[in-house]
């Protein structure tokens, strides 16, 4: 992407996120003049972040399912993840040169894991349809169609033909998703919360900060009927991993009046039985830390926890209850920056179907910066991509009969 000023006819994106990007480069093909601006200095810094464990660019699961995922927001997404739905993002992903593949739980990854790579081609591509990007840009107010921005070299005004507003959620602030668009248009938003995020434990934060890092493989959590499978890392912060992440939702809004209490399995693929007959099999004289190691295999946080939280538990089917239900106790979630996403943001009810602000024809909205949330997994990008692709399509829609013959098309 080049780097200069803007003429006055042409589409402003701000946001230089996945979702920007991606509504840019629908727009650029159809021979839309596009200027992307950000306030940071490079594009897609978070992006980039979830890159860093392997970019998990979709799901693979069968649409039904995929769909409800998006929870109280599946209604509102599902013509726009239709219209673009994961096999689109996969196919566009290795149209870029960028293979994927299914891994077992059905995530989609890249094949060569980061995002690095993928990015650098994305914007070559974007170079090549003169899309225009403006780094240091702080989109700092909206007056209709008109944006100021603050910029190294002070105040800029441009007027747009139209905007589509690409500014993601307020989690991460380092990497430019900080939020503070939200006081634009305070009138649009829901309040951000934490979503995908850790949560504290009443645990002592000596255990925290002498196992952090620690990894507890393979457990399960259950919480208000619902129980979700995977690895729980301990950080000084609390604890997050993807079980906490999908029930955060639920334990969130149970979090602002009170503690919440889960049922933490520490061997789910067992059976009560298999547990029990394990144990039962353990030499008499052994200590509890060498029983739970033989017969579980659980290292050693997991076995400081269960000493933690069930001291008394001794006999075969005290310990079965114990490995099976410990309590798991959690007071607060942790810091909205730390989040890997949020909820909040732009409210259904202000936009149209193609993302465009009921108050402002012409000025529209994609992306994270959009109320609604979903596990991780791959939801949250294709999330992102499908909005803006429906929105890049209604600005089209929109250009074409509100300036008809002014903009090539
Ligand atoms: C650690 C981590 C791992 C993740 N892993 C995955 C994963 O594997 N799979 C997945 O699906 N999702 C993942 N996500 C989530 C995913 O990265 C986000 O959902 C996605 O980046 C949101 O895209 P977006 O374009 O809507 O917003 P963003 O990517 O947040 O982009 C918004 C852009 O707007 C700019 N901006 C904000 N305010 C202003 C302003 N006032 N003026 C100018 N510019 C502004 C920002 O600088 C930023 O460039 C992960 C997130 C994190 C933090």
Known sequence: MTHAASSSLHIAIIGAGPAGLFAAEQLGKQG?????????????????????????????????????????????????????????????????????????????????????????????????????????????????LELTFQTPRGEQTHKAVA????????????????????????????????????????????????HEGATLRGVSLTYAGQTKRGDLIITPRGIEGAPLYALSPLLREKLTTEHATLTLNLRPTLSIEQITARLAQQRLRESRSNKLRKAFKLDKPARELLNLLAPEARTVSELTSAITALPLTLTAPAALDRAISTAGGVRQTSLNDAYMFHHQPGLFACGEMLDWEAPTGGYLLQGCFSTAYVCAKGVHHWLSASLPGKIES
């Open 163 to 210: 905007i589509i507003l690409a500014l993601g959620g307020s989690s991460w602030a380092r990497l430019g998703s900080d939020g503070q668009w939200a006081q634009l248009l305070s009138e649009h938003c829901a309040s951000f919360a934490p979503s995908n995020c850790g949560f504290m434990p009443d645990w002592p934060m000596e255990f925290l900060t002498r």
């Open 32 to 144: 839309h003049q596009v200027h992307i601006y950000d306030h940071m200095a490079r594009p897609g810094r978070k992006f980039l972040m979830a890159g860093r464990s392997g970019l998990n660019l979709t799901h693979n699961e069968p649409f039904k399912g995929f769909i409800s995922r998006y929870a109280a927001a599946s209604t509102w997404l599902e013509p726009a993840l239709t219209a673009f739905p994961p096999t689109a993002l996969r196919h566009w992903a290795e149209e870029l040169g960028h293979e994927c593949f299914v891994g077992s739980s059905g995530k989609v990854f890249l094949k060569d894991y980061k995002a690095s790579p993928l990015l650098r081609s994305w914007l070559q591509r974007l170079q090549g349809l003169s899309v225009q990007f403006h780094p240091r840009h702080r989109l700092k107010a909206l007056n209709g």
